[in-house]
């Protein structure tokens, strides 16, 4: 039977041990041994981490979707109403065409954020198939700038999304006042 002592030693000592390596501790000691239990002890941390990671991952993600799919759906009724409004006022034409066009725009834009997001996770899919021990740190390297590159494209489309939403409401404001 294991002693308090040596299993906090054991501990100390698979703190940076990786799942892979605890996981070849685990079954190469005896059952109840110290190094059994801190290796246990040890993965069992990692699992409930990743499962957080994994939620606060998830939770960004849909507040993403939720947020861009709020803006995709106000640029849809922009473009509703006001080409509506196009077909009944011969006057205001130009000015509604600037409005459509830029709320399409902006449409194009959160779109292109959905499918950055999904092409990230489908090269996150492929990586697991393949396995992501398999790659070698080059590789790795060339993912992750991808994956950067991307999100910071994203930001700038998003960022572009808000200037645009900005220029629909001066817009829409100077025709009211207009009319």
């Not at 292109?112 to 590789?139: A, C, H, W």
Request: glycine share 4%; hydrophobic share 50%.
């Amino acid at each position: 039977m294991a002693v308090q002592r040596e299993i906090d030693e054991c501990r100390i000592a698979y703190k940076n041990y990786s799942r892979d390596q605890l996981i070849a501790v685990i079954r190469s000691k005896a059952e109840f041994s110290a190094e059994h239990i801190a290796a246990t002890q040890c993965l069992a941390e990692m699992v409930d981490y990743a499962e957080y990671e994994r939620r606060i991952i998830d939770i960004a993600r849909d507040s993403n979707y939720a947020f861009w799919n709020a803006l995709l759906t106000f640029d849809g009724i922009i473009i509703s109403v006001f080409s509506a409004i196009a077909v009944f006022s011969q006057a205001a034409k130009p000015l509604i065409f600037i409005i459509i066009a830029i709320s399409m725009l902006s449409a194009v834009f959160l779109i292109l954020n959905f499918r950055s997001v999904r092409n990230t996770y489908r090269l996150i899919g492929k990586t697991m198939d393949l396995g992501v021990e398999r790659l070698s740190p080059e590789q790795r390297k060339q993912q992750i700038a991808i994956s950067n590159r991307g999100h910071e494209w994203c930001n700038y489309r998003e960022i572009a999304t808000y200037y645009v939403l900005v220029g629909q409401g001066i817009l829409i404001l100077f025709l009211i006042c207009v009319r």
